[in-house]
């Protein structure tokens, strides 16, 4: 959901291989007589970050949709049915936050990926870490969407399996042959006139930006009879930090391939793995403490024309029942500091916290000695 346009699904249809699913909804016998972009029969999901772990899509049997004009649809795949209300829970009141990394463990993370840098192995790489949000009572899903909804008006707000946030990253969106992305890096921790002025004189921030750019379009153009890259950076805004961004929109050969499938081709962008990106994504695997699991893949949908739209699951967590894991991540370059980097990731993670966190609920903090 990104300004009050995208759909909700209940119910599941089918489990199916991500590379096969335009292809799958494609074979569907259905009538859509909206015919636009996300109507009819759709696959969406969450994949892993790491491009070699298997991921798959659900088919819903349900979707209602709204669009920019204010149209609705409603999509059903088999017998029309009554979707029945849930009762909320008694929501949780009480809960312990659990840090993977201790600040001091994080400093030497961060000066291990500057050391490889000043060697020349690496231009960026993006560290992440995780906190976990442990509840006395299980998390309700909607309650968090609503507050993500309410508090993140920007962000693309998504739930899918047991995943849920507000990113503020599209990775990209296909319409026939129109195509756009929007990658980011580069972060300020306040949004005054102060702290945008700084990010945009940065040089340390383009130097995380620009490499990101660079692989979109790198990625996009042998797709692309036309591309237009934005000269310079932009200004996102958000709740509690800004980005730069610069737009990519293009239109696409005859013959491109799936949003999906452009999705992959994309994934991971520098934005957050890193450059050289076999040499980042190795280093990530013996910098960080645990597992990245869908934190910071693809989340999104792909319908059965091929188009879709997926962007990066940032500024999320993966719920199950009580407990809630969360990452955040900042990218280092020549010039980082590892203090500045970890105040970034505390505003990565509040707006999450704070869906999951009521105020003036009970919260015990502690770090979490266990290790991959």
């Known amino acids: 959901m990104h300004d009050a346009v995208g759909f909700v699904t209940s119910g599941v249809v089918a489990r199916v291989d991500p590379a096969l699913a335009a292809a799958w909804l494609a074979d569907i016998e259905h009538d859509d007589r909206v015919g636009r972009p996300g109507t009819g029969p759709l696959a969406v999901g969450a994949l892993p970050f790491d491009p070699q772990?298997?991921?798959?899509?659900?088919?819903?049997?349900?979707?209602?949709?709204?669009?920019?004009?204010?149209?609705?649809?409603?999509?059903?795949?088999?017998?029309?049915?009554?979707?029945?209300?849930?009762?909320?829970?008694?929501?949780?009141?009480?809960?312990?936050?659990?840090?993977?990394?201790?600040?001091?463990?994080?400093?030497?993370?961060?000066?291990?990926?500057l050391d490889a840098i000043s060697r020349g192995e690496l231009?960026?790489?993006?560290?992440?870490?995780?906190?976990?949000?442990?509840?006395?009572?299980?998390?309700?899903?909607?309650?968090v969407l609503r507050s993500l909804l309410a508090e993140q008006?920007?962000?693309?707000?998504?739930?899918?399996?047991?995943?849920?946030?507000?990113?503020?990253?599209?990775?990209?969106?296909?319409?026939?042959?129109?195509?756009e992305s929007r990658p980011m890096a580069g972060t300020a921790v306040a949004v005054d006139d102060a702290a945008l002025h700084e990010l945009r004189a940065s040089a340390k921030d383009a130097?995380?930006?620009?490499?990101?750019?660079?692989?979109?379009?790198?990625?996009?153009?042998?797709?692309?009879d036309r591309l237009l890259v934005g000269a310079e950076p932009d200004i996102a805004r958000f709740a509690s930090v800004a980005h730069l961004v610069t737009p990519v929109r293009g239109t696409l050969r005859d013959d491109a391939p799936d949003a999906f499938a452009i999705a992959r081709a994309l994934h991971p962008t520098p934005a957050v793995g890193g450059t050289p990106r076999a040499a980042?994504?190795?280093?990530?695997?013996?910098?960080?403490?645990?597992?990245?699991?869908?934190?910071?893949?693809?989340?999104?949908?792909?319908?059965?024309r091929g188009d879709g739209e997926w962007v990066v699951a940032l500024r999320g967590a993966a719920i199950d029942g009580s407990r809630a894991a969360l990452h955040a991540g900042a990218g280092i370059v020549a010039g980082s500091d590892p203090d500045g980097e970890w105040r970034e990731t505390e505003a990565k993670l509040e707006p999450m916290m704070r869906a999951l966190i009521p105020r003036q609920s009970g919260v015990e903090r502690r770090v979490n000695a266990a290790r991959r």
Not at 207 to 224: F, K, T
Request: proline share 9%; hydrophobic share 45%.
């Open 280 to 304: 980042a994504l190795a280093a990530i695997q013996r910098l960080e403490p645990c597992g990245r699991d869908r934190y910071a893949g693809p989340v999104g949908w792909v319908d059965a």
């Open 53 to 113: 772990r298997p991921g798959e899509l659900i088919v819903p049997r349900r979707i209602v949709g709204c669009d920019a004009d204010g149209r609705g649809w409603v999509t059903e795949l088999g017998p029309v049915g009554v979707v029945a209300p849930s009762v909320p829970a008694e929501p949780p009141n009480a809960f312990t936050v659990l840090e993977h990394m201790s600040r001091a463990e994080w400093r030497t993370a961060v000066l291990a990926a």
């Open 207 to 224: 130097r995380e930006h620009r490499p990101v750019v660079d692989a979109i379009v790198e990625a996009l153009e042998p797709m692309c």
């Open 153 to 179: 008006p920007s962000c693309y707000v998504y739930a899918v399996d047991g995943i849920v946030g507000a990113s503020p990253e599209l990775l990209v969106r296909r319409e026939g042959r129109r195509i």
């Open 123 to 143: 231009e960026k790489i993006v560290l992440a870490r995780r906190v976990d949000v442990e509840a006395n009572r299980p998390f309700d899903v909607g309650t």
